[in-house]
């Protein structure tokens, strides 16, 4: 599997990556974005299986990023990992096309959880 991972944090990216593998996804080849723009750029470039991202990111939020794809015909599989967990922003990621929203702090068993039921569509 393939993964685009935006967050503007380096320190934050390396932690997901880290909880990614203990969730059992080594092995995956993980692309890092530093912002949505740059997500958005990796996505028409190189094609993953799956978007990982922040959601407040300088140059394009999230969100934003979320949109943009959409708006141009992408269906890739996309995904929260952000501090903002409420359920206002659960419905919004949602409305806007996210499978999932993994609020921080998160655990292994939050990404087998959320990346499990994304694969159980695909079946």
Not at 20 to 27: N, T
Not at 32 to 57: F, I, T, Y
Not at 64 to 92: H, I, K
Request: hydrophobic content about 45%.
């Amino acid at each position: 599997m393939k993964i685009v991972l935006a967050d503007d944090s380096r320190v934050m990216r390396q932690i997901v990556i880290r909880t990614l593998r203990q969730a059992g996804f080594a092995g995956h080849e993980i692309i890092e974005a530093e912002n949505g723009r740059q997500a958005v750029e990796l996505v028409h470039q190189e094609a993953p299986d799956l978007v990982l991202s922040d959601w407040n990111m300088p140059e394009m939020t999230g969100i934003d990023a979320l949109t943009t794809l959409r708006d141009s015909g992408s269906q890739v599989p996309f995904g929260f990992v952000t501090s903002e967990g409420s359920d206002e922003m659960r419905q919004r990621a949602a409305s806007a096309g996210a499978a999932f929203l993994i609020a921080k702090p998160f655990t292994p068993e939050a990404f087998q959880e959320a990346l499990a039921g994304l694969h159980a569509g695909k079946a």
